[in-house]
């Protein structure tokens, strides 16, 4: 036996696939961190995450995009005439057959049937009707009549019963008339069913007589009437969809199938049994069809089921209702409407936001909203950091230096040595290195290598004391400035609460006024239209800050795109005016000369090329002894990060 013969290859169906990539939860947590410092509530990222998707993952966007597009095909590909299409094409035949068995006879017989022939209505439903009692001469003609009525049957019972029209090709009478007793005895259920009696031992019974018109396989009555009146509801569907004249002939027609009006009959009983018992199904709406392409009863119906389904996938997709949940996407529904891959990318999208919310990156507020957790905003942090982290180690020609410390006091952690580190080495690790080196090469002496030495991590043990003022006025927001200065905050505040625990960090916001806020608020800050740059009110704060902590070196950074224009009065009220007042500058400057006094020279990170705010922040520098950084907005968050190591030390 070869290995062809004892191995088979394809797509992986039970469950999810093992071999797939891992969920991305830093892209997806930094989808929805962008979106919450754009102003979005947590769960509004949350909802435009699944809509979007991420780099690697198509979203519901693109799922409905594809429902669309299928929805599109079946309307625009078919027409709902097939069968009648069928019907007329039959009935040519059989006449045409007819009257070329007539022609050679003399007699007043066949004149007589050639003026019947000749007299028939132009309606194909009223002609079919009126030969229901011909005395056929052609047995060509008679078997294409034979044929028309076969066709109507199949396809009427096609119409309700998935899989009838395969299962009826050549059926024989006593066939049909099994399938008029099924109806029968399923009609008797439903009544029964609708009268409220149990049915359980009599629906067992029914199954076991006529189970396999249904392959559906239900396990009680209310699964059979779900599948038969989902079925009936598309028919009826498919029939309001018909113009008026279509309808009424299919209508005509319907009564000649197999040639047993008993069995149309029976399927309208069934039809009234099934409204009845199911009146929230849709029954009434109607489709446009404008295509080539006809379709008989049967396709129809099984186009419009695939029309409703789309319906439905789409209201899922939507999670527009309250309390929606990936998880409630139907999936072996949407693997029947656009194939397996749709459904694996629904399984992954329904797992990401379940794994989102398990791994406690959302919490309720007490509000009742949803907000990010401080784990989340860790996470956050983090990947700012390290963002800013590898803008300062791409810069040329210089040599990172945050990681040595001016103390060198060791923090437990160790890294290989790079060269040009200074620091000294982890002699354990180190040598522990060189064991399992030379060991895993099977010598028996122990050497030394350079790839085996690791040095101990040593940082500066001084403390400061930093108040990062950041402007919120409505330019920050208009300019696209929103998002980086809070990414800043984030890699800024990340930084300090895992390498410098001991200094001491205030986040100050202002805009008409100045307000210290933590995190979590600035994170979520949404923009407001208010006029209004107040650095004084700023400053003051950051004044205060810096007093608390005496023994602390000072580190006052602010970010802005505008000079000011705004104060605090001495009763606590905001002045504003445009241009700016003089009083303005002048108590601004009074705080910047007095954060001075304290030791603390002001970095002003300027973002923008106003001439006047230009003029102001190089003033605001030379009487603090600070400096001027003018970033473009993606190194905005290195310069901060920069400038504060540099303070610090």
Known sequence: MTAADRYSYGPYHEGPDPLAPPLDLREALSEIGREVMEGSSPRSALEELMRRGTSGM???????????????????????????????????????????????????????????????????????????????RSETGRENYQKIRELLGEELLESRFQG??????????????????????LNDLLAAHARGEDTTE???????????????????????????????????????????????????????????????????????????????QDWESARRFRGQDPLGMGEAVAAMQDLGELDELAAQLAQSYPGARLEDIDLEMLERQLGAEARVD??????????????????????????????????LG?????????????????????????????TGASRPWQFGDTEPWDVSRTVRNAVLRSASTGSRTVSLDVADVEIAETEQRSRAAVALCVDTSWSMVQDGRWV?????????????????????????????????????????????????????????????????????????????????????????????NWPPDRRTLAVTMTQVDSLARLGASISVFMLGEEPRLAAFVDLVARRSGGRVVAPDLDGLGAAVVSDYLRGRR
């Open 346 to 379: 629904a399984a992954r999208l329904a797992e990401l936001e379940r794994e989102l919310r398990r791994q406690g990156l959302f919490e309720r507020a007490p509000d009742g909203s949803l907000r990010l957790t401080p784990k989340a905003l860790r996470r």
């Open 164 to 185: 009838m029209k395969q299962a009826l090709r050549d059926a024989t009478p006593q066939d049909v008339e099994g399938v008029r007793q099924m109806m029968s005895d």
């Open 202 to 280: 009599r629906f067992a019974e029914f199954m076991d007589e006529h189970g396999e018109f249904f392959p559906e396989n239900p396990r009680d009555t209310e699964e059979l009437i779900d599948a038969l009146a989902a079925r009936a509801a598309a028919a009826q569907r498919m029939m309001n969809s018909m113009s008026a004249q279509q309808r009424a002939e299919l209508n005509e027609l319907i009564g000649q199938a197999f040639g047993d009006p008993r069995i149309a009959q029976q399927i309208a009983d069934l039809d009234a049994n099934l409204r009845a018992l199911r009146p929230g």
């Open 58 to 136: 198509p979203g519901l966007e693109e799922l409905t995009r594809r429902l669309w597009e299928r929805r599109a095909e079946i309307s625009r590909s078919h027409r709902l005439d097939g069968t009648l299409q069928q019907v007329r094409e039959l009935l040519d035949r059989a006449l045409e057959a007819e009257r070329r068995a007539l022609f050679p006879d003399p007699s007043d017989d066949a004149r007589f049937a050639e003026m019947q022939l000749d007299a028939l209505p132009s309606s194909t439903a009223k002609a079919v009707t009126e030969l229901s009692e011909y005395s056929w």
């Open 484 to 576: 980086p200065m809070k990414r800043t905050a984030l890699a800024l505040q990340h930084l300090i609460s895992t390498r410098f625990r001991s200094d001491a960090l205030e986040l100050i916001t202002f805009g008409r006024h100045a307000g210290t806020v933590d995190i979590a608020e600035l994170t979520g800050l949404e923009p407001v239209w208010e006029q209004g740059t107040n650095l004084h009110h700023a400053l003051l704060l950051a004044g205060r800050h810096l007093r608390r902590h005496p023994d602390a070196v000072p580190v006052v950074l602010v970010v802005t795109d505008g000079e000011p224009t705004a104060h605090l009065e001495p009763d606590g009220t905001s002045y504003f």
């Open 382 to 410: 983090e990947v700012a950091l390290r963002d800013i982290v590898g803008k300062l180690r791409s810069r040329k020609g210089q040599r990172e230096t945050a990681l040595a410390g001016a103390a060198g006091e060791p």
